[in-house]
Nanobody, 116 residues
Framework: VQLVESGGGLVQAGGSLRLSCAAS????????MGWYRQAPGKQRELVAG????????NYADSVKGRFTISRDNPKNTMYLRMNSLKPDDTAVYFC??????????WGQGTQVTVSS
């Protein structure tokens, strides 16, 4: 499975961005998808996850009500809509796909910078 992220950038506080994660390869084996982020000097943090059918989602408390994860199965693409962005959301965002054995595939990461 290969993952390619896009959509990061620089935005002012209160603004919005939408990240995309396009998957290719053996995507039939994927069970769970989601996004992590890592800010400088901090540990990688799970931001949001979604099951393969899209029926179940979960979010970090810090982004609940502001971020929405979704997926378009025919396009093999996952999205993270981020609204009301804060400077604390500044990080490199990584998408992942987890297969049924628990193995994680990772994207290359996309930088999100929120200015105050």
């Amino acid at each position: 499975v290969q993952l390619v992220e896009s959509g990061g950038g620089l935005v002012q506080a209160g603004g919005s961005l939408r990240l995309s994660c396009a998957a290719s390869g053996s995507t039939f084996s994927i069970n769970v998808m989601g996004w992590y982020r890592q800010a400088p000097g901090k540990q990688r943090e799970l931001v949001a996850g979604i099951t393969s059918g899209g029926g179940s989602t979960n979010y970090a408390d810090s982004v609940k009500g502001r971020f929405t994860i979704s997926r378009d199965n025919p396009k093999n693409t996952m999205y993270l809509r981020m609204n009301s962005l804060k400077p604390d959301d500044t990080a490199v965002y990584f998408c992942f796909n987890r297969d049924k054995s628990g193995y994680n595939y990772w994207g290359q990461g996309t930088q999100v910078t929120v200015s105050s």
